[in-house]
């Protein structure tokens, strides 16, 4: 029940987006990037392992509410905190690092001093149509959201379709890289997927946006057979 979620302590999952002055990510790079980062620490051995270092730190993660927050960093800021636990997730030009959970009130002191805001990137050149095949997760183009916290929102829609998927099908995905596309629907597209079953994100509201849906997840060859979970 979400009232037990409220009474456990709760955690967030970090994620850091490099933003050098100079050469700042394109935006839908750093939306797909932040996907796969999240997918590949759950896919992680010290979290898939019953006696994983983060394994722990993940379920109390799970149980209670899910939420991540995208800080930025460069320069001197990006080197602190790629000293911390954590992966580096690459794309054309994002790089994303994650860290394993840490309690709501106790960052690390390297990532609580990063900004949330400043988030904000310009597409570094036009976006194509998504690969065919791989999952896409569809922005709500209703909503104006910073890049960082649009990348938390497709963070939580990758991590819907991880549940829904068993051993085999993660182990395909994994192979691929996690490949997967980012894209903004269209008005009458998006009403059409949020009548169709698929899996949806529904944000708190809790940060920039009221709340509401976020991302509509079309799974592509993967598999997800739940239509419908809410998250924070």
Not at 42 to 48: K, M, S
Request: with cysteine.
């Amino acid at each position: 029940m979400p009232e037990d979620r409220d009474a456990r302590q709760q955690y967030v999952l970090p994620l850091v987006v490099r933003m050098e002055r100079a050469t700042p990510p394109g935006r839908t790079d750093a939306l797909e990037t932040s996907a796969r980062a999240v997918l590949t620490l759950l896919n992680d051995p010290r979290v898939v392992e019953t006696e994983g270092e983060w394994a722990e730190r993940v379920l109390a993660w799970e149980d209670a509410r899910i939420r991540k927050v995208v800080r930025r960093a460069r320069g001197g800021e990006w080197r602190r905190a790629g000293e911390l636990p954590g992966i580096t997730v690459t794309g054309l030009e994002a790089e994303v690092r994650v860290f394993p959970p840490v309690p709501l009130d106790g960052w690390p002191k390297e990532l609580a001093k990063l900004q949330v805001s400043g988030t904000d990137l310009e597409e570094a050149g036009p976006v194509g149509a998504a690969t065919p095949g791989v999952p896409v997760l569809w922005l709500n183009p209703e909503l104006e959201m910073s890049a960082g916290k649009t990348m938390a929102q497709t963070g939580h829609a990758a991590q819907l379709a991880w549940w829904r998927l068993d051993d085999a099908r993660r182990k395909e995905w994994a192979e691929s890289g996690f490949a997967l596309a980012v894209r903004t629907a269209t008005p009458q597209a998006w009403t059409e997927l949020v009548a169709s079953g698929l899996p949806l994100v529904q944000d708190a509201g809790f940060t920039e946006i009221a709340p509401g849906l976020t991302v509509a997840l079309e799974g592509g060859t993967v598999y997800c057979p739940t239509p419908r979970l809410q998250r924070p």
